[in-house]
């Protein structure tokens, strides 16, 4: 079911956000990814088939190794993470024996440059806190499209709004995690939302707070 677009649904919190790691938007959204991807893999698992997934910057595997609990690989599931760092996909490596990890930068993404992977392969694409790193994001999402299997769930949390006019922003110095190229991208809600409504279809929307956004959707 497709929720409100005008945010009936927000999740409203007290403190102002401040992008720290520690804060509590983003507390809740990461349990919601969770959650939702944790129900789906139950949901696809009863069918008896191989599981495919794929994590687009999944980093150390922090939160992936814990939805991947739901997953065997004596059943021939599959997960693959996206990331830049060598040191963090093997540091994911050790959380998710059965991963596959590939270093891709995706701003390399273009109409001539695609993810390894064939046409309609994943039962789910995950993207978690990366998005707002990707300069072209159209090429972000049609990617997701074209690796979706039919009825497959693509899961998207990311920072949003972080000014009203503040396109992008450079690094600070004392940035938690390593540059992926130097700037962050931070788009309004509604084009994200334009965006991936342009590929697939929305099976959830929920503005957790003023400055993070998920989105799930669906390939029909």
């Known amino acids: 079911m497709l929720l409100d677009p005008d945010f009936h649904n927000e999740?409203?919190?007290?403190?102002?956000?401040?992008?720290?790691?520690?804060?509590?938007?983003?507390?809740?959204?990461?349990?919601?990814l969770i959650k939702e991807i944790m129900r789906t893999i139950q949901r696809k698992k009863a069918k008896k088939l191989p599981l495919k997934m794929l994590s687009l910057g999944i980093e150390d595997a922090r939160i992936s190794h814990i939805y991947t609990q739901e997953m065997s690989l004596k059943d021939g599931d599959r997960l693959t993470g996206i990331g830049?760092?060598?040191?963090?996909?093997?540091k994911a490596k050790k959380r998710i024996d059965?991963?596959?990890?590939?270093?891709?930068?995706l701003n390399q993404l273009s109409n001539r440059r695609k993810l390894p992977f064939a046409d309609h392969s994943q039962d789910i694409v995950e993207c978690?806190?990366?998005?707002?790193?990707?300069?072209?994001f159209e090429y972000l999402?049609?990617?997701?499209?074209?690796?979706?299997?039919?009825?497959?769930c693509?899961?998207?949390?990311?920072?949003?709004?972080?000014?009203d006019t503040e396109k992008e922003m450079?690094?600070?110095?004392?940035?938690?995690?390593?540059?992926?190229?130097?700037?962050?991208?931070?788009?309004?809600?509604?084009?994200?939302?334009?965006i991936v409504k342009q590929h697939l279809s929305l099976s959830g929307y929920n503005r957790v707070g003023p400055g993070i956004l998920f989105l799930s959707a669906i390939k029909e």
């Not at 830049?84 to 093997?90: A, N, P, Q, V, Y």
């Not at 999402?141 to 497959?152: D, F, Q």
């Open 98 to 105: 059965f991963l596959d990890a590939l270093i891709f930068d």
């Open 141 to 152: 999402i049609s990617e997701v499209k074209r690796l979706l299997k039919r009825n497959g």
């Open 11 to 32: 999740v409203h919190f007290t403190d102002p956000f401040n992008f720290n790691i520690s804060n509590k938007q983003k507390q809740y959204a990461t349990s919601r």
């Open 84 to 90: 830049l760092h060598k040191d963090r996909l093997k």
């Open 170 to 194: 450079t690094f600070f110095s004392d940035h938690e995690y390593p540059p992926f190229h130097g700037v962050e991208f931070f788009r309004d809600h509604r084009t994200i939302k334009h």
């Open 128 to 136: 978690n806190m990366v998005g707002h790193h990707v300069e072209n």
């Open 154 to 163: 693509f899961y998207y949390l990311d920072l949003i709004d972080k000014t």
